[in-house]
């Protein structure tokens, strides 16, 4: 290790002089103001005699194995400063997310860089050690001399994360403010990841992380979270009108379920926050029986005239934007309005503008099931004739949702 | 709402949250378990068994607080005792426990190994394959349905109370002796009074407890249906104590009192009473201790893996989570190869076990009254000023007891009879 470098389990301890020599006290934790600067050490807290000082990094001179002199007399007692994120109290042992890792990781110990300012010393966070290399500087702290320590984790490979990778967790909003948190970097995540990651954190922190993310966000990683009891307890903790903005964004047939999961006094909270029209997609999929193709069903499909031509089709698909991610089948209904075919959308690129889609879709009845089919039924079916969508009708033959393949795939994965 | 409406809704709750409490108090019924209830039977008759309503007490007092840690926080223990006392004292708490589990894991194996001789089969056959069945269990499985095996397994304690019923022992004494508890200046008596409560709560109940609890996604909401399912399990677990007892008194006792070496030799004791009775008796210590034998190394490597912060959970592969599973895989690979060790001193290392727990049950239990007084961790769901006297009375003879059976154990190794 360079002499550059030091460790927050080799800081703390660390004896502190003044100017002519004198001991103050020993350090026992160092704090960073990330309104000010997120990586630099800004106060030191020493512990003297009667109480705890506070030591700004502009007072500090020198910063080495041996003990920190400082280059000013004029301290201040320790108070409470709501803006000091400090590292022993707030850091170590605390979980973080690693950004960067996609995953939830326990603090062992803080890697400092050591660099010289306008002839002071000052100390910036460089990266969080996790692993067993931190481990055994943990367990040798305070008992043998830091040196003999650097030499006996030398053979062991580091484990570290840049701390810009680092991503605290703070489950009180305030604080959260004033320590200038925010998990915009997990909004960058894969939704599934970021939903194993959920998954690992406790109630608070779940609950800190769903109230701050952006809702598109929010609802696609509460999408991927596996259990939908989770699901319903993750929203359950927020407030209904936060919980109604992440409903409204997830699919209306997943939002069913998760609300079915529900006490009826959160679910009807959260319904009444939420905009009429994907409240209503939601309420009219709530009334089907969880176990039947309604229960599995989404009410947001794409159906044309079976008159309409090609070009129709297209201009219809470019309306309604927002399905596009999912879109693999495009349904096609009769002038009485009942479904009349089913089209793979790759065959709309092959054909010409002017061909009806009549003509496209194929001869043989278009395979349905009624909305109170059973599940099993409804998978067989899938699974037989291979299906990327299957359309869902009421009574009278009209359609009135669809099941798409990664429905089937959470029934089959609930078991 | 009518009541039986929310009477259905309390059932439907109860049996999403159980598992946890159920597995824990069943898995305590190990080996060792059922070897100490044995020879309190043998011994003494019936007269112990007024000390199982008071053990029931005591367990449920413990472990309701680590369901509600669990539930509330969402942490397990190892994550508290980490974040709130450290990374130095997490490491002594979990060096401890990997020692005192694993002399556990081999006691357990050695049960396989003697219950499974019994019914003629080697244990050089017996013990690898439990060790290849337990591992895979959990190295090809997920978690889901590796609980789901679990629970299923608790069914079979019921052997313990069918072997009890044949043997038709004397029910009124037995009920008797259940409520009037007797005192004997007698240091065989009292070691067996020790050893009972000794043995029914161990270091590694509470970390599996709270751990399975977060697992299964319990929450504040569902706490009170888990708290049942944790009482619920506590007094089934006392009633397989129970036959256990009732069943050696009726068939050791009641013949000649006499001290027994092992639980198998207790089973073969039940043999003149009916082939039956000594076939559930012996099935259900094989079962015990293949159950014992698979929560054990798993637990010990979640609650590890947790404490220091590697990547742990049944969901990752190897390669994401190599502690954990290499933890898990010597804790049994050693567990089951030392009882293939012919001169191996086994019954040694299970004495050694009672020193190491004894050590380890008071600091856990004074950190789990210190956590979940925490206001800062457990809201309003800390101890109430009565529940805390209750609590410190529990923990206080839990660690008296713990601690005597600790210094028996180890008169008993410096001064063997």
Known sequence: VAESLLFLTELMGLK????????????????????????????????GEWTWWMVRHDQVASITLDGIVLSDDHLTPYHEDEYMLRLVKDLLDQQIIDVDGRKVVRVTDV??????????????????????????????????????VRRLQRGISPNSIRWDMCNIIEPDPQRRLRLNISHKALE????????????????????AVFETLDSEVAAEALSEVEDTKTQANILESLEADRAADIIEEMAPDEAADVLSEMKESSSERILEEMDAEPKTDVEELLEFDEESAGGMMNNEFLTVADSASVGDALKAIKENEEQVDTLTTLFLHDADGRLSGALPIGRLLLAEGAIPLRRLASEDDVISVPVGERRDRVTELVDKYNLMALP????????????????IISVLRQG | VGFIQRFRRHIVIFFAVIGPGFITAMVDNDAGGIYTYSQAGAMFGYMPLWTLAPIA?????????????????????????????????????????????????MAEFAGVASSLELFHVSRYISVPLAALFVWALVVKGTYASVEKIFLFACVTYIAYI?????????????????????????TAYVTILIGLVGTSIAPWMQFYLQAAVVEKGITVKDYAESRIEVIVGCIVMIGVAFFIIVACAAAIWQVK??????????????????????????????????????????????????????????NRNFKEAPVFYWLYTLLIVLGAGVVLIPSFPLVKMILFSQVVNGILLPLILIFMVRLINRSELMGEWVNSRAYNVITWTAVVILVAMTVALMGLTVREMWFPA
Request: include cysteine.
């Open chain 2, 162 to 186: 069918i072997a009890a019923v044949l043997i038709s022992p004397d029910w009124e004494a037995s009920a008797l002796a259940s409520v009037r508890p007797v005192f004997l200046a007698n």
């Open chain 1, 111 to 148: 890697t400092f860089e050591l660099r010289k300012a306008n002839s002071h010393d000052v100390l910036l966070v460089r990266e969080v050690d996790i692993g067993i290399r931190s481990i055994v500087r943990r367990l040798f702290q305070g008992i043998v001399p830091p040196r003999i």
């Open chain 2, 57 to 105: 007490l005591l367990l449920v007092v413990t472990q309701e607080m680590n369901a509600r840690m669990g539930a509330v926080t969402g942490k397990g223990l190892s994550d508290l005792i980490r974040e709130e006392f450290g990374l130095r004292t997490t490491f002594i708490v979990m060096a401890l426990l990997v020692v005192g589990n694993f002399t556990n894991i």
């Open chain 2, 257 to 314: 009192p006499r001290e027994i070496t092992s639980a198998a030799e207790a089973a073969k004791a039940l043999r003149p009473f009916g082939e039956y009775a000594y076939l559930l008796f012996s099935a259900g210590l094989l079962n015990a201790s293949l159950f014992a034998a698979s929560i054990l190394p798993l637990s010990t490597a979640y609650s590890v893996c947790e404490g220091l912060g590697f990547e742990s959970g049944v």
């Open chain 1, 392 to 407: 869902v009708v009421d009574a009278h033959g009209r359609q009135v949702g669809s099941i798409t393949a990664d429905d």
């Open chain 1, 16 to 47: 502190v002089c003044d100017l002519k020599g004198r001991r103050i006290g020993r350090i026992k934790d160092a704090g960073i103001v990330p309104r000010v600067d997120p990586r630099r050490i800004d106060r030191f807290l020493v512990g």
């Open chain 1, 188 to 207: 960058e995540m894969h939704p599934a990841d970021l939903a194993d990651i959920v998954e690992e954190l406790s109630h608070e922190d779940r609950e």
